[in-house]
């Protein structure tokens, strides 16, 4: 069978909320999720036998702990697949940055998987499958702009935002997931951390994009920006330079900003790249993948 080559788009959070902790320890959520165009590039192939993973970024693990290798192992076995599948990820969004780069990739490969051995899944097939990977692989198999809920699986459409210039500076630092959430303390959260979701979700619905982007909020940044201060000035220095607001995404240490128009956003990201405390991506939001 002939190769494939599929796109796996970093997300952004325009809103991230935590309701509280569950009694399966998760965390209950409630956040708007948008896929950018930045994204990593993920090349399938059948081999005899096994699953291959190479990764050009050194620190994206190449065993079974990858989470590209779960999603196609969990294939495998559920369809008793016998070929093997070799799996190329060419990564161009930063590790360990709050953009879902590894679930987006294991996002990637339960669809191209699902295409490779015309398995016939739905995207709520894939979806329900995802959940099993990660929280955030069932949002990475749609992606666009929607409403995420419960642990991140409960995903509502809402209208589309695309095409909206970001730029994105990645301190040269790394964050990790779980850490963010031990250190949370969800009960003490104020009202005022917290996003207006319906508020934001209006916006949404007539393209208001300063409204969107001055009530963007992140009730993570209380536990990520006390112990790394260079995502404050990250934000801090994208306002400085003409975005309409600025946020963290996820647990970090990303922060993006929303920019008017495709020439600020190019200005600021040209004087943010000179800076060697961090990386900067100029980059628009998507609508759903198709």
Same mark, same amino acid.
């Given at each position: 069978?002939?190769?494939? /080559?599929l796109?796996?788009?970093?997300k952004?959070?325009l809103?991230?909320?935590?309701?509280?902790? !569950? /009694? &399966?320890?998760?965390?209950?959520?409630?956040?708007?999720?948008q896929?950018?165009?930045?994204?990593?590039?993920?090349?399938?192939?059948?081999?005899? $036998?096994?699953?291959i993973?190479?990764?050009?970024?050194?620190?994206?693990?190449?065993d079974?702990?990858?989470?590209a290798?779960?999603?196609?192992d969990?294939?495998?076995?559920?369809?008793?697949?016998?070929?093997?599948?070799?799996?190329k990820?060419?990564? !161009?969004?930063?590790?360990?940055?709050?953009?879902?780069?590894?679930?987006s990739?294991? *996002?990637?490969?339960l669809?191209?998987?699902n295409?490779?051995? $015309?398995?016939?899944l739905?995207?709520?097939?894939?979806?329900?499958?995802?959940?099993?990977?990660? *929280? &955030?692989?069932?949002?990475?198999?749609?992606?666009?702009?929607?409403?995420?809920?419960?642990? =991140?699986?409960?995903?509502?459409?809402?209208? &589309?935002?695309?095409?909206?210039?970001?730029?994105?500076?990645?301190p040269?630092? =790394?964050? $990790?997931t779980?850490?963010?959430y031990?250190n949370? !303390?969800?009960s003490?959260?104020i009202?005022?951390d917290r996003?207006?979701?319906?508020?934001l979700?209006?916006?949404?619905?007539?393209?208001?994009?300063?409204?969107?982007?001055?009530?963007?909020?992140?009730v993570?940044?209380?536990?990520t920006?006390p112990?790394y &201060?260079i995502?404050?000035?990250a934000?801090?220095?994208?306002?400085?330079?003409?975005?309409?607001?600025?946020?963290?995404?996820?647990s =970090?240490?990303?922060?993006? =900003?929303?920019?008017?128009?495709?020439? $600020?956003?190019? *200005?600021?990201?040209?004087?943010? *790249?000179?800076?060697?405390r961090?990386?900067?991506?100029?980059?628009?939001?998507?609508?759903?993948?198709?």
């Amino acid at each position: 069978m002939p190769g494939l /080559e599929l796109k796996a788009q970093a997300k952004i959070n325009l809103s991230l909320d935590v309701l509280g902790k !569950r /009694e &399966d320890g998760y965390h209950e959520l409630r956040m708007i999720m948008q896929t950018v165009s930045l994204h990593d590039i993920v090349l399938l192939e059948t081999v005899p $036998s096994g699953i291959i993973v190479e990764c050009s970024s050194r620190w994206v693990p190449e065993d079974r702990t990858n989470t590209a290798w779960k999603a196609a192992d969990l294939l495998r076995c559920k369809f008793g697949i016998k070929s093997g599948i070799k799996i190329k990820i060419i990564k !161009r969004i930063p590790v360990a940055a709050g953009l879902a780069g590894g679930s987006s990739d294991a *996002a990637a490969v339960l669809r191209g998987v699902n295409e490779l051995f $015309s398995l016939g899944l739905s995207l709520t097939d894939l979806r329900l499958l995802g959940k099993q990977v990660g *929280a &955030d692989v069932p949002y990475c198999i749609s992606g666009g702009t929607m409403l995420a809920e419960g642990i =991140g699986e409960k995903l509502t459409r809402l209208p &589309d935002f695309s095409g909206v210039d970001v730029v994105l500076v990645k301190p040269g630092v =790394g964050v $990790s997931t779980a850490w963010v959430y031990g250190n949370l !303390r969800a009960s003490e959260i104020i009202d005022r951390d917290r996003p207006d979701t319906n508020l934001l979700s209006g916006a949404l619905r007539t393209r208001d994009i300063r409204t969107v982007s001055e009530n963007m909020k992140n009730v993570l940044e209380g536990v990520t920006i006390p112990k790394y &201060d260079i995502v404050r000035f990250a934000k801090d220095k994208l306002l400085e330079l003409g975005a309409i607001g600025s946020m963290m995404s996820g647990s =970090g240490p990303t922060a993006f =900003g929303i920019f008017p128009d495709g020439k $600020s956003a190019a *200005a600021a990201c040209d004087k943010l *790249a000179g800076d060697k405390r961090w990386k900067c991506f100029r980059t628009k939001t998507t609508g759903e993948i198709k």
